[in-house]
């Protein structure tokens, strides 16, 4: 029950608070951009595609250490005479021909005429001479022009946090700076005139204040910036002037404590009295909340209590430093394959795919490349938001399947 004279609270669902939060929110020019050097952009969230101005591979080139030959039906039957040797790095104009065979490191351009490679551990040579001893696909072991990627081709989509594997896929296309979000600045304040900072002295009646230091974790990982941290007693005044300096050139501020319907609840009573609103949320933890612009800066109040404030982070901050970044919704930890593809028997198979929620609620997944999950396919990587992890014994994925998840770098 609220105290006499208390208005009563809106209740709300987590969706309908979270939807008004985000309404409030997300306003103005956001995303906010910068420049950033490809290297430093590790954490951030891309703000405009990055694109490939080559193609990957640049050439067709060889998949594993051997021998390339023009492949002819019976041509593996025969001696061939090794007319090159091609280490990695360097490109021949030399022709190999019929009855010819060049030797050639994995990555090296084929040479003009190659189609094929023949691994060496399938392959007699004695410098000059080659033969070869098993199976032979024509086209086996080469990797075409552009297979991985095309010229033109979005190599990485906006919205996405930039892993490793999106600055390899970013570097291998010769782009060295990209736009970026730019990071959410928000202000921090932890209520209670009952809060002591880590490391000094408890007084009989005081706690340590944890949420200052979890939110300012939280904010991190959400890719936000800390601007200000404060901590207010249960005052107005004390309380207006943290708030003054957390909004003070932030674009968000969060506020831990008095937020319920106590008679020293002074951060419901103050941000009420700017416009703001006091909601029960149908949650636990985390029902009493708070909102509210204060300075033109948009405040969310949460509980007090650790884990209600932990929570509430969870439901409505970070879905905000989400939007403010254009950020794409994370992957589940499951997804119903979508189109299948084979696994090599007897090996864990890590297949990248791209996600994206279905219509029932669950998660479809897809290989990221057609290409499958090939070592030298850079750029398809970035397209991944996932690995798909394939048991040893498993030989054929099937769509509709549905697969364990594991997040990507």
């Not at 010819?100 to 060496?120: S, W």
């Not at 708030?243 to 020293?264: I, M, P, W």
């Not at 930890?333 to 090996?347: D, F």
């Not at 669950?362 to 048991?391: E, F, K, M, Q, Y």
Request: hydrophobic share 45%; charged share 20%; glycine share 12%.
């Amino acid at each position: 029950m609220a105290p006499s004279g208390t208005p009563a609270r809106p209740r709300l669902t987590v969706d309908q608070y979270r939807e008004r939060v985000l309404a409030a929110a997300v306003f103005g020019a956001w995303p906010a951009s910068e420049t950033v050097a490809t290297e430093a952009a590790l954490g951030r969230v891309l703000a405009a595609e990055a694109r490939a101005g080559i193609p990957i591979p640049r050439w067709p080139n060889a998949a594993m250490d051997g021998f390339g030959i023009a492949y002819r039906d019976g041509a593996p039957l025969v001696e061939h005479a090794v007319v090159a040797d091609i280490p990695a790095g360097r490109l021949t104009p030399q022709t190999v021909g019929p009855g010819q065979a060049a030797r050639i490191m994995t990555g090296a351009p084929t040479p003009p005429g190659v189609d094929t490679v023949v691994p060496l551990e399938d392959c007699l040579a004695d410098g000059r001479t080659v033969r070869f001893v098993g199976p032979i696909r024509a086209g086996q072991h080469v990797r075409l022009a552009g297979e991985d990627v095309e010229p033109g081709a979005r190599v990485v989509a906006a919205g996405t946090l930039l892993g490793a594997r999106h600055l390899a896929a970013i570097a291998a296309v010769g782009v060295d700076r990209v736009t970026v979000a730019r990071r959410p600045r928000v202000g921090l304040v932890t209520t209670g005139d009952e809060l002591t900072a880590p490391g000094d002295e408890l007084g009989p009646a005081s706690i340590y204040d944890s949420n200052g230091p979890y939110l300012a974790g939280a904010v991190a990982e959400a890719g936000g910036r800390v601007t200000s941290r404060s901590r207010a007693g249960d005052t107005a005044r004390s309380l207006t002037r943290a708030l003054d300096e957390a909004a003070a050139g932030a674009d968000l501020v969060l506020v831990t404590g008095g937020v319920s319907v106590g008679d020293r609840d002074i951060v419901r009573e103050l941000l009420v009295g700017a416009g703001g609103q006091a909601v029960t949320v149908a949650m636990q933890p985390g029902k009493p909340q708070a909102s509210a612009q204060w300075a033109g800066v948009p405040v969310l109040a949460f509980p007090g209590n650790p884990v209600g404030a932990a929570v509430s982070f969870a439901c409505f901050a970070r879905p905000v430093l989400a939007a403010m970044l254009a950020r794409a919704p994370q992957p589940p930890s499951w997804a119903v394959v979508g189109t299948g593809w084979p696994s090599p028997s007897g090996r864990r198979q890590f297949m990248p795919v791209a996600t994206r929620p279905r219509d029932d609620g669950r998660w479809l997944a897809r290989p990221a490349s057609p290409g499958g999950s090939g070592s030298h396919l850079v750029a398809s990587l970035a397209g991944a938001d996932a690995w798909a992890v394939i048991d040893e014994a498993v030989t054929l994925v099937r769509a509709g399947d549905v697969v364990p998840l594991v997040a990507l770098a």
